[in-house]
């Protein structure tokens, strides 16, 4: 994994802050009292989410942790992914496998399935996948399609 910079992993707790939050809080972490993902009662390791926030929203370290790991892995998949001519080109690219097998693993660690955001089916592992980022009308996005979807869609405009 790569070495983030403090304006990076700001950035990242700010994307975690405001964008992987429950539709609904239970009372107990809506009072910050309990971690937002687990409802796990806050201790003193706690980590405090967006504290510029009307409402005191904490996390415990574990669920924090395996978002943090989550989003910097889907990160050096996509920087690996625009820069590499081979995955530009839709060819089978091992280095990009090996980001997208890792950042798979942190996905499992806070339940998110990966799936294709355009033809919503699983993602094999015998295929060519690439990571996606958008800014929708409320909230920044990050997800996966098949290449194949991909070069489908564009091909049909």
């Not at 090996?98 to 990966?114: C, D, M, N, S, V």
């Amino acid at each position: 994994m790569i070495t983030q910079a403090p304006e990076v992993l700001y950035d990242v707790h700010e994307c975690l802050s405001w964008y992987e939050m429950p539709g609904r809080l239970p009372a107990a972490a809506l009072a910050g009292e309990a971690c937002v993902w687990c409802t796990r009662p806050a201790d003193a390791t706690a980590v405090e989410l967006a504290p510029s926030a009307a409402l005191r929203r904490l996390a415990c370290q574990r669920c924090y942790a395996a978002r943090l790991a989550w989003y910097l892995t889907w990160a050096d998949w996509h920087t690996h992914f625009t820069a590499c001519t081979a995955c530009q080109q839709r060819q089978t690219c091992y280095v990009a496998h090996g980001h997208r097998l890792l950042h798979e693993q942190t996905a499992q660690a806070i339940g998110k399935t990966p799936e294709c955001l355009v033809c919503p089916a699983p993602l094999l592992a015998t295929e060519l996948v690439a990571p996606l980022c958008w800014e929708g009308n409320t909230r920044f996005n990050v997800g996966y399609a098949h290449l194949r979807c991909l070069t489908a869609r564009a091909s049909t405009r």
